[in-house]
């Protein structure tokens, strides 16, 4: 490699929780640089799931954490060109990656969905990711599907 590897940035943790995994969401969330939106919405969002789901034993940030977890990728498919034919090859994903891909699509699919506020769309994703369902739990189910049914080709490995 020619340049040098760019330093990771520090990200600050969050006011309310001292959680930087709350920072990460609250700037996948953001848009034009309107963090203190974001940090409402987030916050609005896990009201409503401590609201909903007051039966469980959990805090809302706990709730929220096993959601991202059972969002969260294992392996992908990544195309790589080989003999003039492209393969799906199978991959491992990086920790940081899985987290960002699972923050996208929980953010992604809450956008997608019907809902009054961007709040209540959050949460009620949040809600569905949690009980192992809806878009963005779909969304994990393909790419492990998707793997699985190319495993044939792991041994194109990069």
Do not use: C
């Not at 609250?26 to 203190?36: I, P, Q």
């Not at 949690?130 to 963005?136: I, L, P, S």
Request: aromatic share 8%.
């Amino acid at each position: 490699m020619r340049k040098a590897k760019p330093k990771k940035r520090v990200i600050l943790p969050d006011p309310k929780f001292n959680d930087q995994k709350v920072s990460k969401f609250v700037n996948h969330l953001m848009y034009d640089g309107k963090k203190n939106t974001s940090y409402e919405i987030f916050y609005k969002a896990l009201d409503t799931v401590q609201e909903k789901m007051s039966k469980e034993e959990k805090t809302a940030l706990e709730i929220w954490k096993q959601a991202l977890d059972n969002i969260t990728p294992q392996v992908e498919v990544k195309s790589r060109r080989i003999g003039g034919a492209t393969f799906q090859v199978p991959t491992e994903i990086r920790a940081e990656r899985k987290e960002s891909i699972s923050m996208k699509n929980l953010i992604a699919f809450a956008r997608k969905r019907g809902g009054k506020t961007m709040a209540d769309k959050l949460a009620a994703e949040i809600m569905d990711a949690y009980n192992n369902q809806g878009g963005a739990f779909k969304r994990k189910e393909d790419m492990h599907r998707m793997a699985e049914a190319n495993r044939a080709f792991a041994h194109f490995r990069f």
